[in-house]
């Protein structure tokens, strides 16, 4: 399965574009749409929409893989939307060690997209930006049109 374009939507608003490095943050050296920069690798003089695309792209692949090896059960194409955009906002290694994976392996649908929700704190506290990005995921993962609402 792939990453459909409302999924690579959700990415593209949730993280914004970013045309110069900078620290993203956990404090990892970051350009685009979230690309954390791979060591070696530098662009000192920014990048432009159509070079974050391209690695975004890139960094999408690794996801959907990521996806697709801890996922044992059924999912519809918003589920993996919202799944991919999860992984790709907190790490697959999030993803697999969550209650989320766990309900959702089980068969527990409903439960698994109520843990995406649980995801809105960072230091503590509940982030708006988060919960924004929490939530259009709820919605892609039930299919409702909405998921195109801001999300930050």
């Not at 990521?66 to 996922?71: C, G, P, Q």
């Not at 697959?92 to 409903?110: C, E, F, K, P, V």
């Not at 939530?135 to 993962?141: F, I, P």
Request: charged share 25%; proline share 2%.
């Amino acid at each position: 399965m792939q990453l459909s374009e409302e999924g690579l939507d959700l990415i593209k608003r949730s993280e914004g574009f970013r045309g110069q490095t900078y620290k993203d943050v956990a404090g990892f050296p970051t350009i685009g749409y979230g690309h954390k920069l791979l060591p070696g690798e530098s662009y000192p003089e920014g990048i432009d929409e159509a070079r974050a695309s391209a690695l975004l792209a890139n960094d999408v692949k690794a996801v959907e893989q990521a996806v697709e090896r801890l996922v044992r059960v059924q999912v519809t194409q918003g589920q993996f939307d919202a799944l991919v955009d999860f992984c790709y906002n907190l790490g697959s290694a999030r993803l697999q060690s969550s209650t989320l994976l766990r309900a959702l392996n089980a068969g527990h649908y409903d439960d698994a997209r109520e843990q995406l929700l649980r995801w809105d704190c960072a230091g503590g506290k509940v982030v708006s930006g988060l919960q924004a990005r929490r939530e259009a995921e709820s919605r892609l993962w039930a299919g409702t049109s909405e998921s195109k609402s801001q999300a930050a």
